[in-house]
RNA sequence: GGGGGUGUAGCUCAGUUGGUUAGAGUAUCGGCCUGUCACGCCGAGGGUCGCGGGUUCGAGCCCCGUCACUCCCGCCA
C-alpha cells in the first residue's frame, strides 16, 4: 500500500512508491480517500484492490452495464459497474462533475477493449463501492468536451473552468515555467528579496492603485507598479543580484495580452554591470526557459542585437515579429524625380519624405495586390501602391500602375534591390516616417501572414536597443521621456548637456518574441547630478526629483553602485508556451475586461463602518 | 473617454421581404439498452428573442435609447 507523495520534478504522485513489502509492518489500513491517483494504474496493477477518489468525468450507462471515467489531476481512470456489483445501485446515480470515493478491484483489459488514447487505457476499476464526496448540482458549464462557454459564465464558475483538461494544463505548465524561472535564477547567483505590497505612489507611467490609510487620515498607500525602486535600493544595500517573481499593480485599461489590474514579472537588477552583462546574464536563462517548454519548437539560439532605430525601418516596430522574414528597405531615390508624381513631389517638398518598400515573395498577383491595397483603404489609409513582376513574352515585367508612371529602368533597379522574381510584388508606404512606420509594420505583418510566410511553430527572439531617452509631446509641445525616467543616458550628463536631446539613446532594452514585448530593462541612471539634468529637459526640478523619487535619490547621495537590471512580463511568456491567445486562457482568476472579478465578487461596496474608519465620504459620478 | 462586433432554450446556433403555435444540436429529466470510451435508441420539460420605448393591422427581424460581454484606439516608463 502506498499513499500518494508528489514527485517534486514533475507534480505527479505516481512516482512515490513506498514498497511496503520490505518492512515487517503489518500491512497498514487503506487511505480514507486513496491508494492511486487516477493516472497511475497500469496492467501491472492487475488484481489489486484500489481506492480511487475523483470526479466523474463521464457516464456512459448502458443499463446493464455502466462506465465512469474518473477524473483527478493525474489523469482517468475507467470504472465499470455491472448488476453483480454491490456499488451498481450508486453508481446509477452517479453524474457529471460529482466527487466520489470508489474502491474496486483492478482488471486488465480484453485486447479489443483497451483505449489507447489514455495512460491509464490498459486496465479498468471493477467497482465494489462509491461513496459520494461532493455531490454536483445541475452545471452551469460543462467540464466535458470544453465547449465554448461565455467569459462571463467561465468567470463566475471558475472553480469548474479550471476543471477542464486545457485551462488546468495550462496553469500546471505556468506553474512549472515559473519554478524553472526560479531554479535558473537561483542557479546563476541570484536571490529572491521579497518587497512591500503597500508602498507609495512612485513616478512611473500608469495610474495608481490606492490603499487609503486609517491610520492618517486622507493619505493613501499605492500598490507597486513595479518594485522598480525597490530592487534599486537592494543594489545601494549591497545585495549586488536580486530577483523576484513580481506582482505589479497598474489601473489601467487591459487587452488581450494585458491583464487588468495585476500580473506579474521575473523582475531582476544586478550591480556593477554594463548592458552586455545583462543580455549575456539573461538571454540563456529566457532561452532556456523557452526550450523548456516549447514541445521542440526551435528557440533562437543567439538572440539578435537591433537598434531601436533599425527595427522602426526594417521591421516597422519596437517588438517586430522576426518569424516573418520581410525586411522592408527605403527606395525613395528610385521616386524622386519619377514620373509617379505623387511620391515625386512629396519627396520635393519635404526633406523628412521617404518611400518604404515592402517586399512581397510569391505576392504578385493582381488579386492579391488589390486585396492588400483595399484592407489599406479600410485602415484609413489613401491606398498601397504596389509593382508585381511577370513574365510576358518570356520577358519579366513589372506590372501595375506605379511601374508605368516610373519607366523600366526605375522599376529594374527596385527589383534588383530588393531582391525580387517573377511571381513576387512589393508595396510602398510613402510621407514622413515618424508618423507611418505603425502602418507599414502592419502591412508588413498582413503580407507575412496572407502569404503563409511566417513560419509559425518557432520562437523568434531578439533584444531591441538603444532606445531613444526622450520623445517629443505633440500635446505638452516638451520634451518627454521616452521610456522611464530611471535609465542611464548614453553618454550622461556630458550628453545631456551637449547633445540635441532627441538624438540621445538611452540604455534601455527589450527582449522580444514573436511580435510581443516579453521584458523590459536598462541600466539605471543611478547619479544625482545626471538625474537632476535629465529632468530639467522635461522641465521638472531638482525638488520634482527628490519629491518623486523620494528614498531612492536620497540612496543615490551615498555611494551609489552602477546597476541595471530588466523585467520579463511572466503571463505573456506563459501565454507564449501554452500557444494561448489570451491570458486568461493561463491565469488562474482573472478579471473581466471591467476589472471585475465575478466569481469573488470585486470589487464590492464597503461598509459604512469601514469608510468612518477610513475616513472617508464617497462623491460618485453624476 | 472613443470605435467595432456580439446578444434568440442552461450552452452553441438557425430563424426567408415584417406574417400561423420561434426551431435544431447539446445539456437536464424519464424510459430502454452488458463493452462503451463524443456510447446508442425513444420521449418530456425548458423561451421576458438582453432591457426600455417607437413605427406597424402585425416586430426575433425596422428605428431610437440603454445595458452586458468582447476586441481595438487612447492609456499601459
Excluded at 477518489?53 to 452495464?65: A, E, F
Excluded at 500580473?263 to 549575456?280: A, G, I, K, R
Excluded at 539613446?505 to 544625482?528: L, T
Amino acid at each position: 500500500m502506498r499513499f500518494p507523495t508528489a514527485c517534486p520534478s514533475c507534480t505527479a504522485l505516481s512516482h512515490a512508491k513506498i514498497d511496503i513489502e520490505q518492512h515487517s509492518f503489518p500491512e497498514p489500513a487503506m487511505h480514507r480517500y486513496r491508494s492511486h491517483t487516477c493516472g497511475e494504474l497500469r496492467d501491472t496493477h492487475a488484481g489489486e484492490t484500489v481506492r480511487l477518489s475523483g470526479w466523474v468525468n463521464r457516464v456512459r450507462d448502458h443499463g446493464g452495464l455502466l462506465f465512469i471515467d474518473l477524473r483527478d489531476h493525474y489523469g482517468l481512470t475507467q470504472i465499470v459497474a455491472d448488476p453483480d456489483s454491490p456499488a451498481f445501485k450508486t453508481a446509477e446515480t452517479l453524474r457529471a462533475e460529482w466527487c466520489v470515493r470508489i474502491d474496486g478491484v483492478v482488471k486488465k483489459r480484453t485486447p479489443e477493449t483497451v483505449n489507447a488514447n489514455i495512460p491509464t487505457g490498459g486496465v479498468e476499476v471493477f467497482a465494489q463501492e462509491i461513496e459520494v464526496l461532493g455531490a454536483a448540482k445541475e452545471l452551469p458549464l460543462p467540464v466535458f468536451g470544453e465547449p465554448d462557454y461565455p467569459e462571463d459564465t467561465r468567470l463566475k464558475y471558475r472553480f469548474l473552468d479550471l476543471r477542464r483538461e486545457t485551462l488546468h494544463a495550462n496553469i500546471v505548465k505556468r506553474t512549472r515555467i515559473i519554478a524553472s524561472m526560479r531554479r535558473r535564477m537561483t542557479e546563476i547567483g541570484f536571490s529572491e528579496y521579497t518587497t512591500p505590497i503597500l508602498t507609495a505612489s512612485s513616478p512611473e507611467g500608469a495610474r495608481d492603485f490606492l490603499v487609503p490609510s486609517r491610520i492618517h487620515p486622507g493619505k493613501f498607500y499605492a500598490l507597486p507598479q513595479a518594485p522598480q525602486q525597490f530592487k534599486q535600493l537592494l543594489m545601494v544595500a549591497g545585495f549586488d543580484r536580486y530577483f523576484q517573481i513580481a506582482p505589479c499593480f497598474r489601473d489601467e485599461d487591459p487587452r488581450a495580452d494585458r491583464l487588468p489590474g495585476e500580473f506579474y514579472q521575473l523582475d531582476l537588477e544586478m550591480s556593477f554591470v554594463t548592458q552586455e552583462d545583462v543580455w549575456d546574464t539573461m538571454e540563456p536563462v529566457i532561452r532556456g526557459v523557452f526550450e523548456e517548454f516549447a514541445d521542440g519548437k526551435p528557440v533562437t539560439q543567439r538572440f539578435p542585437r537591433i537598434p531601436y532605430d533599425t527595427a522602426i525601418r526594417t521591421y516597422g516596430s519596437d517588438k517586430p515579429d522576426l518569424r516573418n522574414p520581410i525586411e522592408m528597405q527605403a527606395v525613395t531615390g528610385h521616386f524622386a524625380g519619377s514620373g509617379f508624381k505623387v511620391f515625386a513631389r512629396m519627396i520635393e517638398a519635404d526633406p523628412k519624405a521617404e518611400i518604404w518598400a515592402i517586399p512581397a515573395k510569391t505576392g504578385g498577383s493582381r488579386a492579391f495586390c488589390d486585396r492588400m491595397n483595399a484592407w489599406a483603404q479600410s485602415q484609413g489609409q489613401p491606398g498601397l501602391g504596389y509593382i508585381f513582376w511577370r513574365a510576358e513574352n518570356g520577358a519579366l515585367e513589372g506590372a501595375g500602375p506605379l511601374a508605368k508612371n516610373i519607366g523600366e529602368d526605375r522599376t529594374e533597379a527596385i527589383r534588383t534591390q530588393l531582391g525580387l522574381a517573377e511571381g513576387d510584388a512589393v508595396f510602398f508606404v510613402a510621407g514622413d516616417p515618424a508618423k507611418f512606420y505603425r502602418f507599414a509594420g502592419e502591412a508588413r505583418n498582413r503580407v507575412g501572414s496572407e502569404l503563409g510566410l511566417v513560419d509559425k511553430d518557432r520562437f523568434a527572439l531578439c533584444w531591441i536597443v538603444d532606445f531613444p531617452f526622450y520623445e517629443w509631446s505633440e500635446e505638452e509641445k516638451k520634451l518627454d521621456f521616452a521610456h522611464n525616467p530611471f535609465s542611464m543616458p548614453q553618454g550622461g550628463l556630458e550628453a545631456l548637456e551637449n547633445e540635441d536631446p532627441l538624438t540621445i539613446k538611452a540604455f534601455q532594452y527589450d527582449a522580444v518574441c514573436n511580435g510581443y514585448e516579453i521584458a523590459s530593462g536598462s541600466i539605471r541612471n543611478q547619479k544625482p547630478e545626471t538625474m537632476v539634468k535629465a529632468f530639467e529637459l522635461v522641465g521638472l526640478s531638482q525638488a520634482d526629483v527628490e519629491e518623486r523619487f523620494g528614498g531612492m535619490y536620497r540612496a543615490f547621495q551615498y555611494g551609489a553602485p552602477p546597476h541595471g537590471g530588466m523585467a520579463a512580463g511572466i503571463d505573456r511568456v506563459v501565454m507564449l508556451l501554452c500557444g494561448a491567445e489570451n491570458l486568461r486562457e493561463i491565469t488562474l482568476f482573472p478579471m473581466n475586461q471591467q476589472a471585475q472579478d465575478l466569481l469573488m465578487g470585486a470589487p464590492s461596496d464597503p461598509t459604512p463602518k469601514q469608510l468612518r474608519e477610513l475616513h472617508i465620504r464617497l462623491n460618485p459620478p453624476q
